[in-house]
């Protein structure tokens, strides 16, 4: 188990799956009870989107049995679970607006559906907790869509990316620096509840990469807009899935930066990574 210092008066634990089977749920408790835990986060999830279709239990065991564990170890000794959601709890109605937090989940594959179930779970526990919806994450680390535009746009001549798909891209340290903001504050005290968390602004993929590549200098790329059914996939993916970040905002003061101007940031990080 890593314990790593903040600026903070409290100890924070990161585990891994390693160190926490978070689907068995006396060690989760036995965890909580040995380390006085009085929030958890987290981050954990099953999230490759078409393996899901194929592999539904162990998706469920992730995404909803799981959080379950981190729910009722919470409820027992009246602690705060935040737990990270996705938009893909939406999608099978047609939206052209922001999506609300008090909207219907309609998910259209096992990704989503274990996601809402996990919420679910949440809800019906009884514990206090903080559920964030986000999208389009992406960070210096890990694979995600930023750090693979990057090289397919560096080495690649054309690339076709589909423009019928819009929401918003968020850069993992700003929902990260939110959510910390929100537990060292403890600005949670008497806001159990859902909310919506990306950075500011609106695009489809197609405007993601054309922005990905501008800034890393990746000009000799001929990226060209096409239709998500010239990539076939085992999900229907949300057509629009931008979120409405109103209540975020104005329970917590959280401040929201643009879209474009937390991808420069990230690809300024990654090259100082590299």
């Given amino acids: 188990m890593r314990i790593v210092a903040q600026k903070s008066a409290n100890k924070y634990i990161f585990t891994d799956v390693a160190e926490l089977d978070i689907t068995n749920r006396s060690a989760v408790e036995q965890l909580v009870k040995a380390e006085n835990i009085e929030v958890i986060i987290n981050c954990a999830a099953y999230t490759n989107v078409d393996k899901a279709e194929d592999d539904e239990a162990l998706c469920q065991k992730l995404n909803a049995d799981a959080v379950d564990n981190l729910a009722q170890a919470m409820k027992a000794v009246d602690g705060l679970l935040v737990h990270v959601s996705t938009d893909y709890v939406f999608g099978g109605d047609p939206y052209n607006t922001p999506c609300t937090e008090e909207q219907k989940g309609t998910p259209t594959g096992v990704y989503g559906k274990t996601k809402l179930l996990g919420e679910q779970n949440i809800l019906k526990s009884g514990c206090k907790h903080i559920i964030i919806r986000t999208a389009w994450l992406y960070s210096e680390f890990g694979k995600n869509f930023v750090k693979t535009m990057l090289n397919l746009t560096s080495i690649k001549p054309q690339l076709n990316v589909v423009f019928d798909q819009v929401g918003t891209p968020t850069y993992a340290l700003d929902l990260a620096e939110a959510i910390f903001d929100i537990v060292e504050n403890?600005?949670?005290?008497?806001?159990?509840?859902?909310?919506?968390?990306?950075?500011?602004?609106?695009?489809?993929?197609?405007?993601?990469?054309?922005?990905?590549?501008e800034i890393a200098g990746n000009t000799a790329c001929d990226i060209q807009p096409c239709h998500s059914s010239e990539f076939p996939s085992k999900v229907v993916r949300p057509s629009y899935s931008v979120l409405d970040k109103t209540k975020i905002k104005q329970t917590f003061g959280v401040k929201v930066p643009y879209w474009t101007d937390s991808l420069r940031m990230c690809i300024n990080n990654i090259n100082i990574v590299k």
Wanted: glycine share 10%.
């Fill in 186 to 213: 403890k600005k949670y005290e008497g806001n159990s509840g859902i909310y919506h968390y990306s950075n500011e602004g609106v695009c489809s993929w197609f405007d993601f990469t054309k922005i990905i590549a």
